[in-house]
C-alpha cells in the first residue's frame, strides 16, 4: 500500500533550482534513507511533503487518515515546561479523551435515563480506547524511551529552557518516538545524540514496524536501519530497493552505463555532423544531409550527472606555541552550579585530542572555559602567551547575510573574487555563495564556517562536533585537513570511526562530572 506519491515536484530559491520534476513513492513499512550531497535538497524534499514549503510544481498526496512525525534541524520547545511536561504532549489526544470523559460523567448528575444511557455508552467507548491504547502506562512508557535516549541522566522535572541544544533535541526526538505515527520523518536524527544513545535509536528504528523517511550523513547508523535508498541528485530522486552497500553498486554501475550510452552517443553525433558538414553543400547530396540532421534532432539526448564540486580543506598553521598549550588548576567548569568535580590537567603543543559523553555534562562548556569565552566556576586555566585558535561552534546562528557577506566582513582586506575563490573551495557553488546563510542546509553553513577558520592562520584547532550535517566527501576532507594539521587539536565527535584515526588521546566527561 503507499503511504506518499510525489510526482513531478519541482522547487527552487531565485534561480537556483533544488528540486526538478522530482518523483518518490513510499510503501507501508518502508524505511528509506534519503541520502545525497549537501545543497541537493534533502531538507527541502522534507519541508515540502510535510507541508512547510509549497513547491513550485508538482502534486504529493498522502493517503488518508495518515499520521506524520517530523524532527527537522530546526524544531523547538516551549518555554517554561518540563521534559515531562514537554513529553506528555505526545498523548495529548488521550488527555483530551479523558477529560472528554469526565465531563459526561459531570452531565450524568441532572440528566434523564436516555442522556445516561447515550453518555454511558459514550464514556464505554472512551474507556475503551484509553485501556487499549495504555494511557494508564504513560509515565512508565515515557521514562522507558526516556531513559533510553539519556533523558532520566538530565531529570524529567528539568525545564526545558535549562537544557542545551543537544539535550533539547533528544527531548524533540523522544517526542516523537512516543507520538508513534504511522510515517517518521527524522532530518539528521544523531547529530546530537552520544554513541550509547545512538545504539539505542539505531535498535529502536531496527524494529520500527511503520515508515519512515531518514536524513543521516552518519553511514553505518543509516546502513543498519533502512531496506530503501532515494539518491538526491542534480535536482532528481533515484530509488535503490535494498541496503545502503547495494545502493553505491547499483549507483556506480548506473552511472558507468550512463557515461559509456554517453560517448557512444557523442560519437554518432560527431559522426553525423561530419557528414553533413562535408555534404550539405553538394546538391547531389544535400538530400542525404538534411537526413541526417533529422537523425540528430530526433535524439532523445543524454546527459552526464553533474558533476559534484568537492571540497578542499586545508588549515593554515601559524608560529608554534610553548610546549604547554593549556594548564587547568583546580578547575571546575559549570555555569550557575558545578558540572564537574575539580580537574588538574595539562594539553600540550601538537596533542589531538577527542572528547565524548553524555550530553549536558559539559563538552562544549569546557571548550569554551578553555578558550576563555566563559569564566570557570572555580580554579583557573592558563593560555599560552602565542596562542592563535580556530573555534568551530556546535550551533550556528541563521542570519539574513549571504554567505559571501558573512566571510567578507570577517575578512575586508579580502577581494570579492579571494572570498568566492575560498568559499568555492569548500564545496560551495555560486548560488551557495550569494544565498542567505539563513536558507542554507546545515551542511552547507559548516562549510561557510570552516572556511572562515581555513582562512586564519592558527595553531589550536577547537571542533565542536564539526561533522554535523557534512556529507561524506566533506566529512573525509575534513578527517584528512586536520590529520595533516601542524598544531593542537580539541575535537568534541560522537562519531568514533571519525576520529580514532585522528587522535592521541580521548577524554570522557562522564568520568569527570558531578551528575
Not at 498526496?61 to 520547545?77: F, M
Amino acid at each position: 500500500m503507499s503511504i506518499l506519491n510525489v510526482e513531478n515536484v519541482s522547487h527552487g530559491f531565485g534561480a537556483r533550482k533544488i528540486l526538478d520534476k522530482a518523483t518518490f513513492r513510499l510503501l507501508q513499512g518502508e524505511h528509506v534513507g534519503l541520502v545525497g550531497a549537501n545543497g541537493e535538497g534533502k531538507s527541502t524534499f522534507l519541508d515540502i511533503i510535510t507541508g512547510k514549503k509549497i513547491p513550485d510544481e508538482g502534486k504529493i498526496e498522502w493517503c488518508n487518515r495518515i499520521t506524520t512525525g517530523y524532527l527537522d534541524q530546526l524544531t523547538t520547545l516551549t518555554k517554561g515546561k518540563t521534559i515531562r511536561e514537554a513529553l506528555k504532549e505526545a498523548f495529548q489526544h488521550m488527555v483530551d479523551l479523558e477529560s472528554e470523559m469526565l465531563d459526561a460523567y459531570d452531565k450524568m448528575s441532572d440528566a434523564t435515563e436516555d442522556e445516561i444511557n447515550y453518555l454511558l455508552r459514550d464514556v464505554g467507548e472512551i474507556q475503551n480506547l484509553l485501556d487499549h491504547s495504555g494511557y494508564y502506562t504513560l509515565d512508565s512508557k515515557i521514562e522507558e524511551v526516556a531513559n533510553g535516549l539519556g533523558l532520566g541522566e538530565i531529570g524529567l522535572d528539568k525545564d526545558v529552557s535549562q537544557l542545551s541544544g543537544g539535550q533539547r533535541s533528544k527531548v524533540l526526538l523522544t517526542k516523537l518516538l512516543l507520538e508513534n505515527p504511522m510515517i517518521l520523518i527524522l532530518d539528521e536524527p544523531t547529530n546530537f545524540l552520544d554513541e550509547n544513545h545512538i545504539g539505542w535509536l539505531k535498535n529502536f528504528l531496527k524494529n520500527y514496524e511503520n515508515s519512515f523517511i531518514l536524513v543521516s550523513h552518519d553511514i553505518p547508523f543509516l546502513s543498519d536501519v533502512v531496506n530503501v535508498i532515494y539518491h538526491v541528485d542534480s535536482g532528481l530522486l533515484t530509488r535503490y530497493p535494498g541496503s545502503y552497500a547495494q545502493f553505491l553498486g547499483l549507483s556506480k554501475l548506473k552511472t558507468e552505463q550512463n557515461q559509456k550510452a554517453y560517448d557512444r552517443q557523442q560519437k554518432e553525433i560527431d559522426r553525423l555532423e561530419t557528414f553533413i558538414a562535408k555534404n550539405k553543400a553538394r546538391a547531389s547530396t544535400a538530400t542525404l544531409a538534411r537526413s541526417r540532421q533529422k537523425q540528430i534532432d530526433k535524439m532523445d539526448l543524454i546527459e552526464l550527472g553533474r558533476e559534484r564540486i568537492k571540497p578542499t580543506f586545508n588549515f593554515k598553521t601559524s608560529r608554534s606555541p610553548g610546549r604547554v598549550v593549556f594548564q587547568a588548576k583546580d578547575l571546575v567548569i559549570g555555569y550557575d552550579h558545578a558540572l564537574t568535580r575539580t580537574l588538574n590537567f595539562v594539553i600540550e603543543r601538537n596533542e589531538k585530542i577527542a572528547i565524548k559523553g553524555v550530553n549536558g555534562l559539559g563538552k562544549t562548556t569546557l571548550m569554551k572555559t578553555l578558550l576563555g569565552l566563559i569564566k570557570p566556576f572555580y580554579g583557573k586555566v592558563e593560555q599560552d602567551y602565542y596562542l592563535y585558535p580556530g573555534y568551530f561552534e556546535q550551533e550556528a546562528n541563521r542570519t539574513e547575510k549571504s554567505a559571501l557577506n558573512e566571510v567578507w566582513d570577517e575578512y575586508p582586506n579580502m577581494t570579492n573574487g579571494e572570498v568566492r575563490s575560498a568559499l568555492a573551495k569548500c564545496g560551495l557553488t555560486t548560488d551557495h555563495i550569494i544565498s542567505k546563510m539563513m536558507v542554507l542546509s546545515g551542511g552547507e553553513s559548516a562549510k561557510v564556517r570552516l572556511c572562515k577558520i581555513l582562512l586564519k592562520e592558527v595553531n589550536l584547532l577547537v571542533l565542536d562536533e564539526p561533522t554535523n550535517h557534512l556529507d561524506i566527501d566533506a566529512k573525509a576532507e575534513l578527517k584528512r585537513a586536520i590529520i595533516d594539521f601542524k598544531g593542537t587539536v580539541i575535537l568534541v565527535s560522537h562519531e568514533p570511526e571519525f576520529y580514532d584515526d585522528i587522535v592521541t588521546a580521548v577524554w570522557n566527561v562522564e568520568d569527570w562530572a558531578v551528575n
